[in-house]
Structures are given as C-alpha cells and as structure tokens.
C-alpha cells in the first residue's frame, strides 16, 4: 500500500463529508434568540419551515456548492477505484482525482465567498449596534472544506506513478 494514496483519499472522503454537512444543516446563521437559519430552511426553537423566497446569491451559493459536490464525489470515486486500477484508459486515476479536488475547492471557495461577501451587508445594518446574527458551525464546515480539498489535490499530485503501467 502506497501511504500517500491512503492518506489522500481520506483527505478527500473527509472533504466530501464536511462539505455535504455543510450543505445539508441547518446552521449557517445563527441569531441571539433560538433561531438559526441555513441554505434551505430557517428554524426556531420548535420547527423548521422551508424560505417562501431567497435572494439570488442563496441560489448562487447553492448552486457552487453542488458543483464542488459532484466534483469531491467524482475525486473522492477516483482515488478509491485507483486502490484497485491506476488507469481510466489512458488516463490515471490520480489525476482525475486531483483535478476534482481542485476544481471542488474552487467551486467551495466561490461559494462560500459569495455567501461571506453578500451576508456582509446584513450582518450590522446600523454600525452603532451589535451584529444581528454570527454565522453557525455549518458555515465553518464549508469553509473548511475547501482548503481540505486543496490539500486533497496537492497530496494526489505527489502518489507516485504506477511502475507496471
């Protein structure tokens, strides 16, 4: 077994799960009184109710979400099939795998940069009063997945070549 290979797909796997904890909770926004709010519903202290509308960069935010989603997946698939082949025909595993963690940290750091930059303007609406929200441990999910998924790539780009092929 080559260390390398099993450190970087537990990196990637371990990416993977904070970005879709990320994604799917509840916890991005977190206000005094119990209640907090994420992508997709807001929630008090006795129920959850879907937004009736949200503004753009919700969507946006999503959207890149879903894109590092699909991409972590498709890296996370690749370094575990190279356990058992290194090559996808002429390609090997390891940088199809590398090339989605990248592109997964891009989309994740877009995302979350959206959301920072356009939260930004609601966080303190009037500058002589406290900030009206602080962002949940969700929101720290998904900005720590996207240097995760930097590393990801950068330990895939350091497995060595496979000598049979």
């Excluded at 963690?101 to 303007?121: K, P, Y």
Aim: some cysteine; charged content about 10%.
């Amino acid at each position: 077994m080559q260390p390398l290979r099993i450190v970087s797909t537990g990196l990637a796997l371990l990416s993977l799960l904070l970005l879709l904890l990320s994604l799917g909770s509840n916890h991005w926004l977190v206000y005094s009184t119990d209640r907090h709010e994420g992508l997709w519903k807001r929630c008090n202290s006795l129920m959850c109710s879907q937004y009736p509308a949200v503004p753009e960069f919700f969507d946006t935010t999503r959207a890149f979400l879903f894109l590092a989603m699909i991409a972590g997946g498709v890296s996370s698939l690749a370094l575990l099939t190279s356990f058992l082949s290194s090559h996808l025909g002429p390609v090997p595993l390891t940088l199809v795998s590398a090339v989605g963690s990248f592109s997964a940290g891009l989309c994740a750091m877009i995302a979350m940069a959206v959301f920072t930059a356009e939260m930004a303007h609601f966080r303190t609406p009037v500058p002589s009063q406290p900030p009206t929200f602080s962002y949940g441990w969700s929101f720290g999910l998904g900005w720590a997945s996207f240097p995760l998924f930097l590393l990801t790539g950068a330990v895939t780009m350091f497995i060595p070549k496979d000598p049979s092929s």
